[in-house]
T-cell receptor, first 113, second 112 residues
Framework: GAVVSQHPSWVICKSGTSVKIECRSL??????MFWYRQFPKQSLMLMAT?????????EQGVEKDKFLINHASLTLSTLTVTSAHPEDSSFYIC?????????FGPGTRLTVT | GQQVMQIPQYQHVQEGEDFTTYCNSS?????IQWYKQRPGGHPVFLIQ?????EVKKQKRLTFQFGEAKKNSSLHITATQTTDVGTYFC????????????FGSGTQVVVTP
């Protein structure tokens, strides 16, 4: 199978600060990674598609200046939540699809106080 | 835009019973995938269906893709406590390379 890791697994930050979440493909290369957000008891909502070496593609309604995505290498994509607010508290999950099906990272639980 | 709905939203099952969760898309899908997410965990891929009318089985789980490729179902027989979790279908259209539209999910609770 394919293994995707995320770091950190959970983070608490103060309102107004920025938080960076890393997503790594451990045993394969990923030219494309996906970032999702999941609120409690809800489904996964695709935020953006991260493309290695080029700009990310954001879904409608997702602020690209607030959720900065960088895919600098074939094994690493980062999501930075800038000027975080309590409403940004959520479960952020990345995934990659090396074999068509998507392999998800373990997720990052963000709490903004 | 494309919408994928699942029913029921919540399913309470007695251990040993069978149940079915249904997935409906507003648009025709090129394929559909099913994922299981345990409480506190991340989604784990279960299966992919591609062909119209396709049926696949994994032990006690039976997955079906509708003839029109707009709906799908997951049937679990003889439910066990290990089946607890939320089951998501996720559809892909022909013009959404790599992107999946996740359904609303069915949360399954199993009582012994």
């Amino acid at each position: 199978g394919a293994v995707v890791s995320q770091h950190p697994s959970w983070v608490i930050c103060k309102s107004g600060t920025s938080v960076k979440i890393e997503c790594r493909s451990l045993d394969f290369q990923a030219t494309t990674m996906f970032w999702y957000r999941q609120f409690p008891k809800q489904s996964l909502m695709l935020m953006a598609t991260s493309n290695e070496g080029s700009k990310a593609t954001y879904e409608q309604g997702v602020e690209k200046d607030k959720f900065l995505i960088n895919h600098a290498s074939l094994t690493l994509s980062t999501l930075t939540v800038t000027s975080a607010h309590p409403e940004d508290s959520s479960f952020y999950i990345c995934s990659a699809a090396p074999f068509n099906e998507q392999y998800f990272g373990p997720g990052t639980r963000l709490t903004v106080t | 835009g494309q919408q994928v709905m699942q029913i029921p939203q919540y399913q309470h099952v007695q251990e040993g019973e069978d149940f079915t969760t249904y997935c409906n898309s507003s648009t025709t899908l090129s394929n559909i995938q099913w994922y299981k997410q345990r409480p506190g965990g991340h989604p784990v891929f279960l299966i992919q269906l591609v062909k119209s009318g396709e049926v696949k089985k994994q032990k006690r789980l039976t997955f079906q893709f509708g003839e029109a490729k707009k709906n799908s179902s997951l049937h679990i027989t003889a439910t066990q406590t290990t089946d607890v979790g939320t089951y998501f279908c996720a559809g892909r259209t022909t013009d959404s390379w790599g992107k999946l539209q996740f359904g609303s999910g069915t949360q399954v609770v199993v009582t012994p």
